[in-house]
Structure formats: C-alpha cells, structure tokens
C-alpha cells in the first residue's frame, strides 16, 4: 500500500525464541534500521512474536518496546505464533525474517 507517491507502510515480522541474551544487540540494530526507513519516508512496525520462549525474553522484549511506538510484542505458544502472527501488521506487505 502506498501513500501519496513515496510513502509506504512495511510490517515486519520477527519470531523470537529464547533470545534473551541477543535482545539487546537485536533493539540497537532495529532502532538504526527503523530510523532509517523513516528517513526514506516509510512508516515502519515491528512485529516480535515470542514463540512460548521459557527464559526472561519476553520481559526483555516489553521493556524494549517502552518508548519505542514502532516495537510490538506479541507472545503465542510456538505452534499459534506460527498461525496468527500475520494478521497483525498495519501494512498490505510484510517481511517474514
């Protein structure tokens, strides 16, 4: 979907499971990568599905989102991220990492 003749919304979509000691490496390379569609003129969201991790990433994932309106977290048991973690992006295309 495009917005006036540049602007495009991008939902990207990111499955996390136990990553709680590369959280904070992944947040600094989202923010960088975020900041940098926005200045091509692309309203972005990431979309980090937890998929029933048994560590701390989740708690770590909702700080992280503190202050970051771009950041959603969701958390599914693994087979019911897989299922509906689609339907939740603002924009016609989305980016399956």
Known sequence: MRLGLNRMQLSIVIPCYN???????????LDKAV????????????????????????????????GRPWLRIIRFGATTARLRRWPRGFGPRQVRC
């Open 19 to 29: 990553e709680a000691e590369t959280i904070d490496r992944l947040v600094g390379v």
């Open 35 to 66: 900041a940098d569609l926005g200045t091509q003129g692309h309203d972005t969201e990431l979309i980090v599905v937890d998929d029933g991790s048994s560590d701390t990433s989740f708690e770590k994932l909702e700080r992280a989102a503190q």
